[in-house]
């Protein structure tokens, strides 16, 4: 006859059986790390203008004229300390609809005016295209030559440069210091466009006087000499009359 568990034995026996359904149990996944609510170049430190618009995956000709102009670096080093930008990034299909040849035919001056007359030296948020003062002022300078005219009703923004009229299509990117816009075209102005001035002409040199430029020519000496033939010519007669005279008188004489 089997004797009665002791109490002892019960608890060890009851503590085994606890244990061991802990451990079987799943442990609970691992939390997921948020991620930044808006896309950045980099995982920390300011943004990069060319990471930013790689990520966007349609701005390859734009990304080639900063890269070009070396405007990349001055975007990306001012970022880093701390100054405020806005870039108007014009799609390749925009590049693709200008006159066939035209961004070949910029001279590399051309090239940096025309990269810089799409980035505003502050950040402009969507709502503020309602108040901003025209005409804005771009990297490119004058505002005269370079003109850039933002309008906004508060559904749609309008850009005017005198010579190119377009939209703003979306936001690239935005996080307080740096904002890209999207547009539909290639953003020009006549200080982009107009040719440049013709540098001046050097006056051609002197020519060098002919070391036989006096020499008296073989024409002008036969000249004179014919001309020495027609005059013995023409006072012949008159000398041979006055032989004759003087052995007529010799002869008198005699």
């Given amino acids: 006859m089997m004797k009665p568990l002791t109490p002892v034995v019960l608890i060890l026996i009851m503590f085994f059986f606890l244990c061991t359904t802990i451990s079987g149990q799943p442990s609970a ?93 502050s950040f402009l ?19 005269v030559e370079f003109p850039l005219n933002v309008v906004s009703n508060g559904t749609q923004v309008n850009i005017t440069t005198g010579l190119v009229n377009t939209t703003v299509d979306s936001t690239v990117y935005s996080d307080g210091q740096l904002a890209v816009y999207e547009i539909p075209d290639v953003l020009l102005s006549q200080g982009i466009v107009k040719p440049l001035a013709e540098a001046p002409l050097s006056p051609k040199p002197e020519k060098a006087s002919s070391p036989t430029a006096y020499a008296p020519s073989k024409s002008t000496g036969a000249s004179a000499a014919s001309s020495d033939a027609t005059c013995l010519i023409h006072y012949a007669p008159t000398v041979a009359s006055v032989g004759v005279a003087v052995l007529a008188a010799v002869g008198l004489c005699l």
């Fill in 29 to 121: 996944p691992a939390a997921a790390p948020s991620g930044p609510s808006v896309p950045t170049g980099s995982s920390s430190g300011p943004p990069d203008i060319t990471a930013i618009l790689k990520k966007a995956g349609k701005f390859t000709t734009f990304i080639g004229l900063l890269k070009s102009t070396q405007v990349d670096d001055l975007i990306n080093n001012q970022l880093k300390s701390n100054l405020d930008f806005t870039i108007f990034a014009p799609t390749d299909t925009a590049f693709s609809d200008l006159e066939s040849g035209t961004l070949n035919s910029f001279t590399e001056e051309q090239k940096t005016a025309l990269t810089k007359f799409h980035i505003v030296p």
């Fill in 125 to 143: 948020t969507v709502s503020q295209f309602q108040t901003v003062s025209n005409p804005v002022n771009t990297v490119a300078g004058d505002s």
